[in-house]
């Protein structure tokens, strides 16, 4: 039997009190996480462009986008949060199944909860477990002994389809059959590259809201009785078979499905960049505090890491000197060269004013990558090194395994509140510091949350 019919049994069978604790709270700082990194990324570039797209589609007002206070048909208003919360690479993600999980998960249960209206704290925190549950597992389980990051797929968009069909498959009350058929149409649809990223293109943060809004229109047309391929995984022209030539874990995809979730693996990021760099931005910023480091101390920095720290120092030419602000957040030299100079990296400094930083240049050129096989790890993460030669010739070195926001060295709760109140004040239309409190406490007690309408009409 394929694994596309196990998933669609337990999660339409899934009910709350299935949920760990540990899950719960996870979910909520996630909501939280992604509720703040939409604020912050409403302005950036391709959002208004994209908005004035939605705005002449028309269409039933059923559902929010945040800070615009614009109502549009459930899809659309999920594309367009989706894309806003990944404008700023500050978005979560599972650094083992190379996905962000909120981008996509929380716009496609704010807009399926709106568009039907009395959705409890409790039906969201079981939908967004699902839905980041088959996001993560997918990504986990694709070439378990391979180079993930070298699939040429975006993740996040790919598995996204069907993470988001399932969400609001569950919010709609799909039953088993409905469930499977919604995942089948989200299959068909199932795209996604990494081309954007070298060719620095807007797209990258459009991919979420692509799948947001397919996996909402794949559900709404399941609901109909329209049918989906129901071998959408394992079969001859499955996932696994026609995006990854069958470089699979069967086993890994299912264990302990519907008993162990997935969600308390992925991590938050402290730093509005690609998360490959973080390792080398803790490295910078602990070799700075500890040796009192400036920028006129150094005489070259290398960087040492695995496959994935590679790809974001190639082409080194561009890396040092990125062609946009994009380019910068999948850039090592340049996050590493911001760290030393700016000190921790911030919104402000991924702008297309900053990339022309003289100061920052100057280090980044400076910047050399020395590639480590054995410090390769599956998925996004891998241990970072960072050396830094001195004029006057000592030489400073730092290793770091886990970057700060990973589940191994997770944030609180409070952490996400802090980054939610810092993304917020980013917003293209200002929220009073009383509304945003109040969004952070609803949060802070989602599954006691009579309607998920309360913390919508807060942040419109």
Not at 110 to 132: F, R, S, W
């Amino acid at each position: 039997m394929d694994a596309t019919s196990a998933f669609a049994d337990k999660y339409a069978h899934a009910k709350y009190n299935d949920i760990p604790v540990e899950e719960v709270e996870f979910q909520k700082k996630q909501l939280l996480d992604t509720l703040g990194t939409a604020l912050g990324g409403s302005g950036k570039p391709g959002i208004r462009e994209l908005l004035a797209v939605v705005k002449k589609w028309g269409g039933k007002r059923q559902s929010t986008i945040l800070d615009y206070g614009i109502k549009v048909p459930a899809p659309n208003a999920a594309q367009v949060n989706a894309t806003m919360a990944h404008a700023l690479d500050y978005d979560d993600g599972d650094p083992e199944a190379l996905v962000h999980t909120g981008c996509v998960v929380v716009p496609t249960c704010l807009a399926v909860a709106e568009q039907k209206g009395g959705v409890t704290g409790k039906e969201y925190i079981t939908a967004a477990t699902l839905g980041t549950d088959i996001m993560c597992r997918l990504g986990i389980a694709t070439r378990p002994n391979g180079n993930v990051t070298g699939t040429g797929w975006h993740f996040t968009m790919l598995y996204g389809f069907l993470g988001a069909s399932v969400i609001a498959g569950k919010i709609l009350g799909l039953n088993e059959d409905k469930m499977l058929n919604a995942m089948g149409i989200a299959y068909h649809q199932s795209a996604g590259n990494l081309q954007c990223v070298s060719d620095g293109a807007l797209t990258k943060r459009m991919g979420p809201g692509f799948a947001a809004k397919g996996g909402i229109t794949s559900a709404l047309m399941a609901e109909q009785s329209i049918t989906g391929a129901k071998n959408c995984l394992e079969a001859d022209y499955g996932l696994y078979s026609l995006y990854h030539y069958g470089d699979y874990d069967e086993e890994i995809l299912v264990q302990n499905l519907g008993k162990v979730f997935r969600g308390v693996n992925v991590g938050f990021k402290p730093y509005p960049c690609c998360g490959i760099t973080h390792v080398y931005i803790d490295a910078m910023l602990e070799l700075v505090s500890q040796y009192k480091i400036k920028p006129s101390d150094v005489d070259g920095i290398l960087l040492i890491g695995g496959e994935a720290g590679r790809e974001l120092c190639t082409p080194l030419e561009i890396k040092r000197k990125p062609r946009n602000y994009i380019d910068a957040q999948f850039s090592l030299p340049w996050t590493v060269a911001t760290t030393i100079v700016m000190g921790k990296p911030c919104m402000e400094h991924f702008t297309e004013e900053s990339i022309r930083n003289e100061d920052i240049l100057k280090i980044a050129q400076k910047i050399d990558f020395e590639f480590n096989s054995k410090l390769t790890r599956h998925g996004a993460f891998g241990t970072g090194i960072v050396r830094i030669s001195t004029k006057n010739r000592k030489v400073f070195s730092k290793q770091v395994d886990y970057p700060q926001g990973s589940p191994e060295r997770p944030l609180s709760f409070d952490d996400c509140a802090q980054k939610f109140f810092d993304c917020a004040s980013y917003a293209v239309k200002p929220i009073s510091k009383d509304k945003l409190e109040r969004v952070v406490e609803l949060v802070r007690q989602l599954e006691f949350l009579d309607d998920l309408d309360e913390i919508i009409q807060l942040i419109r």
